[in-house]
């Protein structure tokens, strides 16, 4: 697969509002990987999102953030892959994740969308999970608030103190991902 062109999409929402909450992690790991690749996102002509052609990891990929929803985020994904003629084979969405303690990451391929809407938009669109997922967990919320609301809600003062570090650990597990793999990706940032 080292030939084909990847697809690596951040999800989030757009507008500055949204721009630190923990919903939008998705976005700082593109950003992340944006710098170091030292490309700029530009907005693409024909499906709402901002793009970059480049190599990550030594590898041929597009790296997206849509600029949709994320309840809608299915819409930009699907006009990329056709656009780009990516199959989701190559595709790779990184998310937020509440299941999984803040800072924690885990690759995975395919799987269920466990409530996440940007992942339902998705297979919606799609007709399929069978995609890769790079999992970065936000926690839980705690006591009885709403996990929307906590998604949507900046990380706490601690969080922010350790989110450069685990933002900079996850755009490592994509380019792992790209360049070695996702079994030798799980065994290095999987815990």
């Given at each position: ?12 929402n ?8 923990r ?26 999102a ?18 949709s929803y ?9 006009g ?6 990516v199959?989701p084979?190559?595709?790779v969405?990184?998310?937020d ?11 995975k391929?395919?799987g ?29 919320p ?7 609301d ?13 989110l450069p ?10 380019e ?11 065994g290095?940032?999987?815990?």
């Amino acid at each position: 697969m080292a030939d084909d062109v990847w697809l690596v999409v951040g999800l989030g929402n757009p507008g500055p509002s949204y721009a630190k909450t923990r919903h939008n992690v998705g976005h700082l790991v593109a950003d992340e990987l944006a710098a170091r690749t030292g490309g700029n996102f530009k907005q693409h002509k024909q499906v709402r999102a901002e793009v970059i052609e480049t190599r990550i990891g030594g590898i041929r990929a597009v790296l997206a953030k849509p600029r949709s929803y994320m309840n809608e985020s299915g819409g930009p994904v699907s006009g990329l892959l056709k656009f780009f003629k990516v199959t989701p084979a190559t595709l790779v969405v990184v998310h937020d994740e509440l299941d999984i303690d803040f800072g924690t990451l885990r690759a995975k391929f395919g799987g269920g969308d466990n409530g996440h809407n940007g992942l339902k938009s998705i297979r919606k669109s799609l007709g399929t999970g069978d995609y890769y997922r790079i999992r970065f967990g936000v926690g839980r919320p705690p006591g009885r608030q709403n996990p929307a609301d906590f998604v949507l809600n900046e990380f706490s003062s601690t969080e922010r103190k350790d989110l450069p570090f685990a933002v900079d650990r996850t755009a490592d597990a994509v380019e792992s991902l790209l360049a070695d793999g996702l079994e030798v990706t799980q065994g290095k940032y999987n815990s």
